[in-house]
């Protein structure tokens, strides 16, 4: 059986699309349809069932799938490590958000990049969800801290861990707060504060509004700065209020440089997703990893 069928058979099968598969394979939507077929003739029977959008495995397409998939991706992983120099390490390309990435992930698989025999390379990148999911659907990752769980076939995701999301201001605008006009009136006791957030749309702010006062923040973003982090930074020089998660500020609640404005009695919370692409759990260095944030983030929640 030829190997390339199999490989755009396998990547179909994933991407769930012919369209899809042609494009990861860099082929002709003809071409992918045309080894599909000639596939299908050699085995005699049907892989796929053409729908309106995309294709479904039969049952004799997901039964070869899941015999194939683990041994195309470990010659792929033969073909892109080499042979010849034993020593190199396997390299793991890892996506995510910048500072759950820096702050919890990296931390964590750095301890896998040691001369035990087993390491690998660790080679990160950061962007939104969509970014991550797109990067590692196409394959430029390997593995993808997501905090969208994405669909179909193609990529599978493992929840990793929660985060709470905390209501926070400097100490000098937490004395501002009635804490009885708060628990009676909720969000518009808050309306005079200015907002520190990491975008225009307000999403960490309007999520915990939603969440915990069922209703959207009537105030503007006052400071507007693309990473959490600097979002701290500004909050705990007295910029505004802010919504954090908990493991980024606690640090900052613990010493008193910023204080809790809310203490909700069910907290917001915010799921993080451990993705990877069909089949590639097979490759023993992205499993290590994947195990090993997995232990990680039972410390973390």
Known sequence: ???????????????????????LLGLSQPAVTSQIRTLERQLGKPLFLRQARGVTPTTIGDE?????????????EIAETGLDDES???TLH??????????????????????????FALRASFGTAEEALEGLASGHHDLAISTARPRGALLTATPLCDEEHVLIAAPRWA????????????APALENLPVVEVHESLPFVSRYWASVFDSRPAASGTVIVPDLRAVLACAI???????????????????????????????????????????TLA????????????QAAAAWC
């Not at 908990?246 to 919370?269: K, Q, S």
């Open 175 to 186: 004395e501002r707060i009635d804490a009885e006009a708060l628990r009676l009136k909720g």
């Open 94 to 119: 890892l996506a995510g958000p910048p500072e759950f990435t820096a702050e919890r992930a990296l931390p964590a698989l750095t301890e896998l990049t040691g001369d035990d025999g087993q390491g």
């Open 237 to 279: 020089a007295g910029a505004g209020l802010a919504v954090l998660p908990r493991y980024l500020c606690a640090v900052a609640l613990e010493d008193g440089t910023i204080a809790p404005l809310n203490d909700p009695v069910v907290p917001p919370l915010r799921t993080y997703f451990l993705v990877v692409r069909t089949g």
């Open 1 to 23: 059986m030829d190997l390339a069928l199999l490989r755009t058979f396998v990547t179909v099968h994933r991407a769930g699309s012919f369209t899809r598969a042609a494009a």
């Open 88 to 90: 190199s390490l396997r």
């Open 283 to 294: 490759m023993p260095h992205i499993a290590r990893a994947h195990e090993w944030l997995q």
């Open 64 to 76: 070869l799938a899941h015999k194939a998939a683990p041994h195309l991706d470990a010659l792929v």
